[in-house]
Structures are given as structure tokens and as C-alpha cells.
């Protein structure tokens, strides 16, 4: 028995994901690259990340020949870059926000981090192929990340959590100015903000 389509894509919208553009180039030095949310952490030792691609994709083909790719994290205010990577056939590479690492890897700039692997492993994931890749350089940028979460590019408040009433009882001071307004007061998010402890407030990432 499986679950139903319906109520398996509802579920997947429920569930908070990362925004990645995963890159890699042809035999002739060619861009290609997709937005990914089901890239995930798989071993420590040794350093292992795997990314689902769709088969459809038009740069599978690409990816599963590569013998090196990047996953680029991006930060808020990337949704624009998230979108043309995800679209579809679009032209990704013209905007300008891609640099080469000095083997020519294309890089997405302002990413949070980016994990550049060689990929050491494939395997199959019924419309989706697994690649596995080794990390070989993880830099951090730093940053808030870009979330994807109910079919909507979000963000998380890092310093946007409610403070502590005011010692003189007075209403509380306004929230920060780049408090995200993706997140309404009926969102989980919204919720787990509030439920912290506001003296432990720390990042949620
Ligand atoms: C937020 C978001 C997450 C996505 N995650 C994935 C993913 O994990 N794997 C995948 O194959 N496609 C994913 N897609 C869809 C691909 O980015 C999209 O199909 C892409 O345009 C394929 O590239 P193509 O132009 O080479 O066909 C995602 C799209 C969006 C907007």
C-alpha cells in the first residue's frame, strides 16, 4: 500500500527544506546547474553529501557524466536565483551572480556555504537518481539561509525572537526592522519563536 500522491506532496510541503543550486560543467567547460532541497548530510567519515535529481531534469544527463559538482546553500534574498534554477530549461547562467573555482567549477556568489564534491556514487531513487558526492572543500560564507517550506521561499529569524517584557512593564521594544515578513503568526515558525525560552534566545538553524 502507498500513501496517495496528493497526500505525500502535502506532507513534503510540511516538511522545512534547505534552497540549494547545485552546479557542475559539461566536457566543454559548460554551466549547468539546478535547484535542489533534497540535498541532506550522509556521512562523517568519510565526508559524504548525496542530492536528489530528478531524471527529467534536462541536466541529468550532465551531472550523472560529472566528475566534480558544488552545492551552493543560498542565504535570504536569493529567491530570485532559487527561481531561474528551478525553472525549468530557463537560461540560468547570464545574471552575473556566478563565479569559476580555479578548476572551473561555476559557484553561485553570496551562498552561505558551498560543499564542492567529486562525485564518488550513484544510485537510483525511482524518478530521482542519488548522487553522492565527497566533499573536498566546505567554505562558509555565513549568513540567514533560504528555506523552502508550504511551497513558499522563507526565511529564519535569527534575532527576530520576541524579547523579554521591558524591566519598567512597559510594552515590549519593536521587533527587529528585517523581521521576515514570510512568516505570519499562523506559521510553525512563528510558533517555535514563541515558544522559546527568551533568555536562551539563539539562532534556530
Ligand atoms: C525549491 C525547489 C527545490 C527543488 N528541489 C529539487 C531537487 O531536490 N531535485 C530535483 O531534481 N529538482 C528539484 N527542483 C526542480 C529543479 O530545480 C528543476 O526541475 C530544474 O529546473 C531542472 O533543471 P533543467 O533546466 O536542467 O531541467 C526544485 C525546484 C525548486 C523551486
Known sequence: MSVDTTAFRRALANMP???TVVTTVDPDSRPYGFTASSVCSLSLDPPLVLVCIGKRAH?????LAAERFAVNVLARGQEETARRFGTCGAEKFNEGDVTRDDRGLPLICGALTRLVCALVDLLDGGDHSI???????????????????????????HDGVPRPAHPS???????????DRHISDRSPFFSLIRKRPTKSARPMA
Open 169 to 179: 512593564g512597559k510594552s515590549r521594544p519593536a521587533a527587529a526592522p528585517h523581521a
Open 131 to 157: 548522487l553522492v558526492g565527497r566533499v573536498e572543500h566546505a567554505p562558509v560564507t555565513g549568513g540567514r539561509p533560504l528555506v523552502y517550506f508550504d511551497r513558499n521561499f522563507r526565511g529564519l529569524h
Open 17 to 19: 527544506a534547505p534552497v
Open 59 to 63: 541536466c541529468y544527463p550532465v551531472f
